[in-house]
């Protein structure tokens, strides 16, 4: 199987690692399959758009999630280490409010498999990560929100000794008793 699948504390959440090859000349794996994740998780998706971005350290990303058309996202990092973080936010849940986080990094090649209905979000921890993720549906500036990152219901226990970087809209982003959650 190219892939390792790990569950999480959130059952729809998990660890994908896949089979590195690697030699003196460097590494080598497949990232993506759709017919191996298929195999690997059960899950039959379709992604729709990749997105890369690029931080320094002590930027934190989220938590971002679409009221409307939610996304399914694959994420992994190819340059540095980051804290990733997936918060349920399905009202019908028995795990509503609870996150789930997870070390990616380029050296342990890890994904993380966020479903639809999850918050999602990161802090840098190297000097610098790009982050690459799919999504399994468009983005929609108009649907999206931001969960705020240190919300103490849900009690996220970031690694850092640092205020974190934070875009305007992730500043503004709103508690759990008062965000547009899924039913």
Same mark, same amino acid.
């Given at each position: 199987?190219?892939?390792t699948? &790990?569950? &999480?504390?959130?059952?729809e ?23 191996d994740?298929?195999?690997?998780t ?42 990733d ?13 609870q ?16 479903p ?5 979000g ?13 999504? &399994? ?6 649907h ?27 500043? !503004?982003?709103?508690?759990?008793? !008062? ?5």
């Open positions: 199987m190219p892939y699948v &790990t569950p &999480t504390a959130l059952p959440v998990m660890i994908l690692e896949p089979q590195v090859f690697g030699d003196a000349r460097g590494f080598f794996f497949e990232s993506f399959n759709e017919l994740f298929h195999k690997a059960g899950l039959k998706v379709h992604f729709v758009q990749d997105n890369h971005s690029k931080s320094a350290k002590g930027v934190l990303r989220g938590l971002h999630y679409q009221i409307q058309h939610p996304q399914g996202k694959l994420v992994r990092v190819v340059q540095g280490e980051v804290f973080v997936a918060v349920d936010l399905r009202k019908s849940s028995s795990h509503f409010g996150w789930v986080g997870v070390h990616l990094s380029e050296k342990n090649h890890r994904q993380l498999w966020v639809p209905g999850f918050a999602h990161f802090v840098v921890l190297s000097d610098s990560a790009e982050f690459l993720y799919k999504t &399994t549906d468009y983005w929609f500036a108009e999206e929100r931001s969960l705020v990152w240190n919300d103490p219901d849900v009690g996220i226990d970031w690694p850092i000794d640092f205020s974190p970087q934070l875009a305007a809209k992730d500043q !503004n982003g709103r508690s759990l008793k !008062n965000a547009d959650v899924y039913l």
